[in-house]
């Protein structure tokens, strides 16, 4: 008799006495989602702090880079000399573009990056930038270089370079050996 009972399918109790199933995550199961997710953000951290301080410099060289085709620009623009000054002993502390006492644009300080501005002839560093009304750089402004990094030790970002050419025009290039203490070679 047992083994008819049993082939037939078992009644449900009526519609307001079936038993609530408790319905979510058991305590394992949420301690292991954790664990996976503590184990995922350990991997990705170090790789997201690089690309923050990689995303820091091309931003950086960005701005260098609009500053000196704005002030060659104006100077075309204007028929006179304007200058790019870094009022402040270090180009990461930010710079003006000037015609004359007239201050055209103003970049303010840049936070985590090292702006290393040489002429490329001589070595010697560079405070100002000066293009003639002709879009040529004036020649007191030398071959500049700015050589751009990240200022935070340890850091294994890749240095971008902005090079102004014979007649002043600005490009970018990229560091290839990836030393960024050499800057772009």
Do not use: H
């Not at 091309?58 to 200058?83: C, H, P, Q």
């Amino acid at each position: 008799m047992t083994l008819l009972i049993s082939m037939y399918p078992a009644r449900r109790p009526p519609a307001g006495l079936q038993s609530c199933r408790a319905q979510g995550f058991t305590i394992i199961e949420l301690l292991i989602t954790v664990a996976i997710l503590v184990i995922l953000i350990g991997l990705a951290a170090p790789s997201l702090g690089n690309l923050v301080r990689d995303q820091r410099v091309k931003t950086a060289v960005g701005d260098v880079y609009a500053a000196l085709a704005f002030a060659r620009s104006e100077a075309i623009k204007r028929n006179t000399t304007v200058n790019v000054v870094s009022p402040a002993s270090d180009w990461a502390g930010g710079w003006e573009v000037r015609a004359g006492a007239t201050v055209l644009n103003r970049q303010d300080a840049l936070g985590g990056i090292n702006i290393d501005a040489k002429d490329q002839i001589t070595d010697a560093a560079i405070t100002t930038v000066s293009y003639l009304g002709d879009g040529r750089l004036s020649t007191a402004s030398g071959r500049p270089t700015f050589n751009l990094k990240s200022s935070e030790s340890g850091a294994t970002t890749t240095a971008r370079c902005v090079r102004l050419d014979l007649s002043g025009r600005p490009n970018v290039k990229v560091d290839t050996n990836n030393n960024p203490a050499d800057g772009c070679q």
